[in-house]
């Protein structure tokens, strides 16, 4: 079946736009560019998933990839959460591991394991495997997604996030071919074979940001870039392993896209921030281990703080201490500079009232 743009009927299934939303600007991309706003804009990093009992029904009749895989079903889950809680930004459904399925690894998901490749890059010949694709055509699902998703959430006031996983992240998975446990293949290749991991790095590096401006021009206002398994890497490889190539795909989407904002997350980045201050992003998504009140001294002025509230916050039976550790995050956040999230992903299990708690508690706070 084929669905362009044009043809696209929005559900008109979604929450009012806010009255604090002049022109139905996002509130998100009010508060990345540096506006003071009575209350922080609210999301979460994986806002969609397990928790949600609808998403459960959805996968009761499609695997994880099919629903990434098709645009109907990919752009229903990512309005679930809208729909429920009324967030400011949707993410768009999806994985970070579906442009190196676009390059020729063969990618499963498995309830017990997760994600793994059942052909990981193990030697250096292996890098011959991976090819270039083109995101619009290979990845034209993604495409009609947010092409969709925006249809959807013109004059919402609610902005469309894009996102891709970091050249390390992404590596790591390649050379790992599952989720990180020792990190052992990606840390043999630092060790031994820094040459052939500067290769590995270089061909992701390029594919992420032609996928990513692909996603721009599909409709995406921000993107999102998530670096989960940077905080791993021991520091004196930390700049040439990770940061420059982070540095690449941020200078190369600001070049061609100067006012669409990239939001990086590193995940474990206490330690890290004095260096990745250093990078051309509009805002750091910072974990739950870092106060972000003392975190904004070590930034340039004018950078924008996403986060940082601690998942597990999110399991309380205690509804008043979850609401006071949602306020005292909004505090240390500040009234410009600000985006509300977690301090990672809204674990599978967490109580959804809980999560309509923490959104309402933001959408009641005035400065
Ligand atoms: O944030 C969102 O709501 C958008 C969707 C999104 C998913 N994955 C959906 C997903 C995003 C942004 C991701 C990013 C992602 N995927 C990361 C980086 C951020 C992070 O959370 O660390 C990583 C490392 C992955 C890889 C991945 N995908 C793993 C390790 C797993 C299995 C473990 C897990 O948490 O489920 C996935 C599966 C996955 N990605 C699910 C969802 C909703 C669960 C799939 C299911 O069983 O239905």
Known sequence: MTMTSTRYQPTGNLPTPYAETPNFEPLLLRALKGETLERPPVWMMRQAGRYMPQYQAVRKRHTFLEICHTPEVAVEVTLQPLQQFGFDASIIFSDILIPLQAMGLELAFTDEKGPQFANPV?????????????????????????????????????????????PWTLASY???????????????WL??????????????????????DAQIQAGAQVIQLFDTWA??????YYEA??????????????????TVAVIIFVKHSRGLLPTMAKLNADCFSLDELTRLDEARNLFPAGTVLQGNLDSTALFLTDKAKLQALTEATIAQGGQSHYVFNL???????????NVALVVDTIKNWHW
Not at 241 to 258: E, T
Not at 343 to 353: A, D, F, K, N, R
């Open 122 to 166: 193990r030697h250096v010949d292996d890098l011959k495997r991976l090819h270039g694709f083109d995101p619009m055509v290979d990845c034209d699902f993604l495409i009609k997604s947010l092409q969709m998703m925006r249809h959807e959430l013109k004059d919402t006031g609610i902005a469309l996030i894009g996102f891709a996983g970091a």
């Open 174 to 188: 390649a050379l790992e071919g599952c989720s990180w446990k020792t990190g052992r293949f990606s840390k043999q």
């Open 191 to 212: 060790f031994e074979q820094p040459e052939a991991l500067h290769q590995l790095l270089a061909t992701i590096t390029a594919m992420v940001i032609d996928y990513c």
């Open 231 to 236: 905080g791993n890497v021991p520091t004196a």
């Open 241 to 258: 392993f990770v940061q420059a190539y982070q540095a690449q795909v941020i200078d190369a989407l600001k070049a061609k896209h100067p």
């Open 343 to 353: 301090g990672h992903g809204v674990l599978p299990l967490t109580p959804v009232e």
